[in-house]
Structures are given as structure tokens and as C-alpha cells.
């Protein structure tokens, strides 16, 4: 009973920091699964797609109902990542493990670095820049960008979104840049929710935030909605392999919800720098992670 | 975002009320997640109570898809596991369905076909997995 409790425990954490920061979770379920309670791979990498799933429909519920989800976007990116996520459970089988870590893992650190360099106190104005797109304004209306009277494509209006932000205490209204960049990004994401059993919003969010010009909390939020719906589609696959123990998932999704709901409860009152910073330091301990197992 | 009623916050700004397509998605993802759970907690409640341990790997296997309405029908608590496994899944499903039926339903094209073309392409993993 003592392994039932202490799995539950860790599926609570894991569900609490996936909702914070739009992950799914899976990056701190299987290396706890792994290493502390010795289970085969293969069945924690099972295990945490479903947990991923639990996370994202719990937490996106809730960010659903905030208005903060962009749904029109997180469907359109969805298209290449769920196609990515199956190519990645194709390409698992074909290329080296070892190698695709080891590149993923410097493309985790240079995503930290650029956060950290814009979340730094004193940014230059350049990294701030970054966060410019995001207009705060205080009417309830969509407004138009901030840059000026660009011409807008239909797919922008589409994709625009605004959010009402209750630590602002005002509407946020965004434009959604760079979709084409948004779509590349998603099937990467999506390889790497079918290689590794992750729901790739460790790669969604820092894309959606920096290259996108989404606010981050618009940003961990379409995450969130989306990583649910990729890792489905290799979810499947492996419920179909047997690599879904229900006695382990049970537990682990269970608690994952309930871990996502202290989560939505605890990100609508932080505010976007210290979410910023837990993300960085995820980052880093996520590349130190897939380092450390494609050098030994 | 085409409907225009808002609400008032507790700072005086107005947040908007809930499109349809919001509250479609989150109504599917919140029957989905309850019946899933309330399944899982069944099968738990009923696993212990039959004197099984937490052995998940020599009394765990998941019950295949083919086998589950059977083993339902027999109401093995294992079978009621994976019963709410398997709802969990295709919960993100049930939202997508429910997001191209609004979507439909508002004239936006463009948006439902992308959302069917979602569907489509989880559909392949599905006979991939097979």
C-alpha cells in the first residue's frame, strides 16, 4: 500500500507543476517512475501518456472556462503535431535514441537561456521586445496590434485572442505572429510526445511565448489544450502494445487531477515572471536529464 | 469571440462571457473526465475489496479493446480499469468532435474543416495501433 500512496504522491506533483506550466507532466513522471519506484520503462512511458492526457483535459477545463485558451490556434497548430507525434512513434523505432536526445537537449538549454534573458530584472530592450506584442489594454474590445495599422489576413483575425488577467486586473489582447514558425514548431513537439511519452509542451510553450508573441499565460494555456489531443494519438498505441497498466494509470491519473487542480488554481494568482523562472529551471533540469542518459 | 455579452469583474473591467465553442469543449472534457473517474474509482474500490493487492505488474494487464465490453459484462474490476482508461482517452476526442459541430454550426468553415482534418489524423493513429 506503501508504493500505491507513494505513487499517488508523485502523480499529485507532477499533475501541479504540469498545470502551472503547461506540460503534461510526463517529463517528471518518468524519471520518478524510473528511479524511484524501478518501473520498466516501457510501462512508465505508458503510464505517463495517460497521465498526460488526464492533466490536460483537467487543467484545460479550467483554463477553458478563464478564457485564457486560444483554441482556434491550438487547432490549427494541432494539425502537424498530432502528425508529428505519430512520425515520432515511427521514427523511435528507426533513429538513434542517444543522438536525437543529445539535440534535443541543446535545443532545451538555448530555449532557457533566451528565457532567462528575458526574465532577468533590467532586460536590455531588445529581450523585452519580446514580450511587447502582448498589448495590455484596459477596454474589453479586441484592439488592434500595438504596431501600428498592419494589414491583418483573415487568419489573424482568426487567431487573435484576447483574456481578461485577474493579477492585471485587465483584458490582455494579443495577435498570434509567425503561425508558419508555430506549425514547424508543432511537428517537433509533436516527434517528441511520441518518442519520449511527453505531451511536448516543453517545446509549444516557449515557441507560442517567444516566437508567436503569445503572453506566456495564453501560451501554457493553449498548451495545455493541445498536449492532451497529442498525446492521444500515441496513447493508443501504446494501449494497443499493453504497455498501459491500469493498476499503475489508475492511481497516476487520479492523482494527476488532482494535482492539475491546485495547479489552474495556483497560476491564475502568480505572476508571469516567477512562472517564467519555474519554467527555465524545468528546462534545465529536463536537458540535464536527457543528457545524463544519452552520455552514460 | 463573435459574441459580444459581458460579465463584470470584481475590478470593474468587463471579462467576456463564454463562446459557444469554449463551453461545447469544456462540457465534453468535463462528462469525460467524470466518467472516466468515476469508473477508475469503481474499479479501484472493487479491486481492493475482492483482497487484491497493489501488484500492478503480475495482476495488472490492461484488458484489450476487443475483450472489454465482455469483461464489462462480467464486471471484472480490472475490465472497469481499463474501461476508464480507455474513456480518459478518447476524451480529447470527444472535445474535438464537439468543437467541429460548434464551429459547423457558426458558419466557420475554415476552422471546422481544420478540426475534422484533427480528427482524421488521430483516426490514423488509431489503425496504425491496431
Redesign the interface.
Known amino acids: 500500500m506503501s508504493l500505491f500512496l507513494g505513487l499517488v504522491a508523485v502523480a499529485v506533483l507532477a499533475g501541479m507543476f504540469g498545470a502551472l506550466l503547461g506540460l503534461g507532466g510526463g517529463i517528471f513522471l518518468v524519471p520518478a517512475m524510473t528511479l524511484i519506484f524501478k518501473f520498466p520503462i516501457h510501462y512508465a512511458i505508458g503510464t505517463s501518456i495517460v497521465a498526460v492526457v488526464a492533466t490536460s483535459v483537467s487543467a484545460s477545463a479550467n483554463y477553458i472556462k478563464a478564457g485564457v485558451t486560444n483554441i482556434r490556434l491550438g487547432l490549427v497548430l494541432e494539425t502537424l503535431t498530432t502528425a508529428g507525434a505519430i512520425a515520432g512513434g515511427l521514427l523511435a523505432a528507426s533513429l538513434g535514441k542517444d543522438t536525437l536526445s543529445t539535440l534535443f537537449a541543446l535545443i532545451l538549454l538555448y530555449t532557457a537561456y533566451s528565457m532567462a534573458r528575458r526574465g532577468r530584472p533590467g532586460a536590455s530592450p531588445a529581450a523585452k521586445a519580446a514580450t511587447a506584442a502582448a498589448t495590455v489594454t484596459p477596454s474589453a474590445a479586441v484592439t488592434p496590434s500595438a504596431t501600428g495599422p498592419a494589414r491583418r489576413s483573415p487568419l489573424d483575425e482568426a487567431l487573435s485572442g484576447s483574456f481578461y488577467d485577474p493579477v492585471q486586473r485587465r483584458l490582455v489582447s494579443y495577435e498570434a505572429r509567425k503561425i508558419g514558425a508555430g506549425l514547424v514548431a508543432g511537428v517537433f513537439g509533436g516527434i517528441a510526445s511520441g518518442l519520449l511519452g511527453i505531451g511536448g509542451g516543453v517545446i509549444k510553450v516557449p515557441v507560442m511565448n517567444l516566437i508567436m508573441k503569445l503572453p506566456l499565460k495564453a501560451a501554457t494555456a493553449t498548451s495545455n489544450f493541445m498536449v492532451g489531443i497529442t498525446a492521444v494519438a500515441s496513447a493508443f498505441v501504446y494501449y494497443s502494445k499493453g504497455f498501459v497498466n491500469p493498476l499503475l494509470a489508475v492511481p497516476v491519473a487520479l492523482g494527476v487531477f488532482a494535482g492539475a487542480q491546485l495547479g489552474t488554481v495556483v497560476a491564475r494568482r502568480v505572476k508571469t515572471a516567477v512562472l517564467t523562472w519555474i519554467f527555465v529551471a524545468v528546462l534545465i533540469f529536463t536537458a540535464g536529464q536527457m543528457l545524463w542518459n544519452s552520455l552514460r | 469571440?463573435s459574441e459580444s455579452k459581458?460579465a463584470t469583474?470584481d475590478?470593474g473591467?468587463?471579462?467576456?462571457a463564454?463562446p459557444a465553442?469554449?463551453r461545447a469543449?469544456?462540457g465534453a472534457?468535463?462528462a469525460?473526465?467524470l466518467a472516466?473517474?468515476a469508473f477508475?474509482?469503481v474499479?479501484?474500490v472493487l479491486?481492493f475489496a475482492e483482497g487484491n493487492?497493489?501488484?500492478?505488474?503480475s495482476?495488472?494487464?490492461?484488458?484489450?479493446?476487443t475483450d472489454l465490453p465482455a469483461a464489462l459484462a462480467g464486471g471484472q474490476p480490472?475490465a472497469i480499469?481499463?474501461a476508464?482508461?480507455?474513456l480518459?482517452?478518447?476524451?480529447?476526442?470527444a472535445?474535438?468532435v464537439a468543437?467541429a459541430i460548434v464551429l459547423a454550426g457558426q458558419k466557420?468553415s475554415?476552422?471546422a474543416a481544420?478540426?475534422v482534418?484533427?480528427l482524421a489524423?488521430?483516426a490514423?493513429?488509431?489503425a496504425?495501433?491496431?
Do not use: C, D, Y
Not at chain 2, 88 to 93: D, G, K, R, Y
Open positions: 469571440m459581458k469583474s475590478a473591467q468587463s471579462a467576456p463564454l465553442l469554449n469543449i469544456r472534457f468535463r469525460g473526465v472516466s473517474f477508475m474509482l474499479g479501484l479491486h493487492g497493489f501488484q500492478p505488474f495482476l495488472g494487464k490492461a484488458v484489450p479493446w480490472l480499469l481499463s476508464g482508461v480507455v480518459l482517452l478518447i476524451t480529447p476526442v472535445g474535438l468543437a466557420e475554415a476552422m481544420v478540426t482534418a484533427v489524423i488521430l490514423t493513429s488509431v496504425l495501433a491496431r
